[in-house]
């Protein structure tokens, strides 16, 4: 498949396709279809400064490029740290469906198991969860399955208010449960983490209690950004 691009409503800017590519999606997103319905536009979208974002390898949800802009940074990560050292690329999403704000990567790992899993492995979804407890025996078990694979690790994280809701795009290893005081092997080759919450006190609290649709949200964005990066790439 040749480059991919998201198909955007040419009315509002919306995103418009969802994980599946369908030639006949159309060019104008359902609100603007039906003229009944009001427009509008959040403050927050109103706000943005995309290219100081960018600038940081970071997206923010609220953001209708948000899945975009992601998988832009994401080919442009893959494209420079992806070479003839590894044979494959893995996904490797982390946290457990037990914590509100921890079932991100689980999240994600659903979206893409449904998605492009038959030809990219996935690892850690609602039904089989990485976490802390069993980590070390699923990267045990990708270096055997997989001979020098190139892992993009995905997990949830704590951050300050203002940053809530943005996610960003890293290269090397991030350090699962750092916001929780664990002390866990650091992993990827490439990461991306979702900032779901307010970090700094009472982190398990903190994540029980993170709301579940901002948490939805972003696994669909980070979903919709790995899935067209990959697509743009020729990946899957």
Known sequence: MGSFESIICKNCGKQVMDLEFFLDTPTTCS???DPTQEITTTQAEVDFDRDALLDKNKVHIDDPWAANNLKKLIVSFL???????????????IGTDR???????P???NNLNKSISAKVPVFGTLNNPVHATNLKEKLKLIKEKY??????AIDAGLGRNSSVGSISVEQGPLKPGSGVNK??????????TGLVNIGGYMEYFVLQSTRLSLVFKMAKVISRGINWGLRNLNYI
């Not at 420079?80 to 690329?89: G, K, T």
């Not at 001979?147 to 993009?152: S, T, V, W």
């Open 31 to 33: 609100q603007c279809n």
């Open 99 to 105: 914590s509100t704000g921890d079932s991100l990567g």
């Open 107 to 109: 999240l994600i790992g």
């Open 79 to 93: 494209e420079q740290l992806f070479d003839n050292r590894y044979q494959e690329i893995v996904i490797l999403c």
């Open 183 to 192: 002390e866990l092997p650091p992993v990827g080759d490439m990461h991306i």
């Open 147 to 152: 001979p020098n694979p190139f892992i993009l």
